[in-house]
């Protein structure tokens, strides 16, 4: 019974060890499986993609050779060994460029290929010693002229870094940029009262001057345009300078604000200026027998109700309208009162203008009546 026992013990023993190198021989057949994939996955994947090919421009070798470095930086591993990294280098030259280097391939196969010597070459070749000197001429020499302010900010940025500005004092970089703007911001900024003395604050300040600016610098508006309706004339007499015989005018179909009722300004009424045009647009309207100042086909020029198209007028040529005003007035319209007279005479236009003085500019407020086309022109042709 015990000779059994012991039998049936060393059967047991058997099998177990049979099954531990079974096991065993799977566990080895298994790491040989797969040591050959985990191996060839230890290469990492490029990050960076490949960099355009120089070809000779002396321009893009500043540009393409902090590319080649990068890409040699952050892929080096990527790419392989020093000799992979040699010819990496070599096959992104353009042919001709490969002839400059050509002979550095005819070296002793024996010694180490770094791709450094191929830089250090087309360096030596291509780089321009005084491209500093160059770039803060140009720095000093930029205007913006017609550009937008931030094509302007884009040019002074890059040239500054090339003329490596990046470290000059904030006033030298304000200074600088200061002097290429056009007279419009240059003219906006003198209006400031405190300006800051960092660059880039100084910068977002200019940002938010000439996003103030009604019309984009370089830009030019758009003709407008205009229709007015044709005079209504009337057989009836009336008074010359009564503004409640004269049609209203429609500008794209939109109905005018209501003329003031103040008794101030019962003799004059506001004209609504006319559009901008090019010299070769009112030559064209000329031709056509339209009227050259907002290009309605229903009267001429001497007919049109609205003012010429240039904004504003200092107080003594509105004191000098005025003065030919109340002569015409004096003239052609008998109906006017002499206290009424004598209350523009001694009070002036810019009084009677919503209370506002000659001494502010103000915009030209206009009779419209034929009394004040023969007012304005006998001006005219005196100055």
């Not at 010694?111 to 803060?136: F, G, M």
């Not at 009424?269 to 647009?281: G, L, S, Y």
Request: hydrophobic share 35%; aromatic share 6%.
């Amino acid at each position: 019974m015990e000779n059994d026992l012991n039998v049936v013990l060393a059967e047991i023993r058997t099998e177990l060890n049979r099954q531990r190198e079974e096991i065993a021989f799977l566990r080895s057949m298994a790491l040989e499986r797969f040591a050959a994939p985990a191996h060839a996955s230890t290469r990492p994947k490029p990050c960076l993609p490949d960099p355009e090919k120089f070809g000779g421009n002396t321009h893009k070798f500043d540009t393409w050779l902090p590319s080649i470095r990068a890409k040699l930086q952050v892929d080096g591993a990527a790419i392989g060994d020093s000799t992979a990294q040699f010819y990496y280098v070599y096959l992104n030259l353009e042919s001709q460029v490969q002839a400059i280097v050509l002979p550095q391939l005819s070296l002793d196969s024996a010694a180490p290929l770094d791709h450094n010597t191929i830089l250090d070459q087309l360096s030596r070749v291509y780089n321009n010693p005084n491209k500093v000197q160059e770039a803060e001429d140009r720095l000093y020499a930029l205007k913006q002229g017609t550009d937008s302010l931030h094509t302007y900010i884009a040019k002074f940025e890059r040239t500054l870094y090339e003329a490596r500005g990046q470290s000059w004092p904030d006033s030298n970089k304000i200074s600088t940029f200061r002097n290429g703007l056009n007279s419009t911001l240059r003219n906006r900024l003198s209006q400031q009262l405190t300006l800051p003395r960092s660059y880039t604050e100084f910068v977002q300040v200019m940002q938010q001057l000439a996003a103030r600016t009604s019309m984009p610098s370089g830009s030019t508006p758009n003709p407008t345009p205009v229709q007015i309706l044709p005079r209504h004339h009337s057989t009836n007499h009336h008074n010359p300078i009564d503004v409640s015989q004269i049609n209203s005018i429609n500008v794209l179909d939109v109905a005018p604000d209501p003329l003031p009722t103040s008794p101030r300004l019962e003799h004059f009424v506001t004209r609504i200026r006319a559009p901008e045009f090019t010299p070769k647009e009112r030559a064209l309207f000329r031709k056509q027998n339209k009227c050259v100042r907002c290009g309605s086909p229903h009267h001429w020029v001497k007919q049109c109700n609205l003012s010429p198209h240039s904004g504003m007028v200092d107080a003594p040529i509105l004191a000098g309208i005025e003065f030919a005003k109340t002569r015409s007035l004096r003239s052609s319209s008998p109906s006017i009162t002499e206290e009424e007279l004598e209350r523009i005479d001694r009070e002036g236009l810019g009084t009677i203008l919503d209370g506002r003085y000659l001494d502010e500019r103000i915009e030209l407020a206009a009779e419209a009546t034929d009394a004040w086309h023969l007012a304005e022109t006998q001006f005219e042709s005196e100055i």
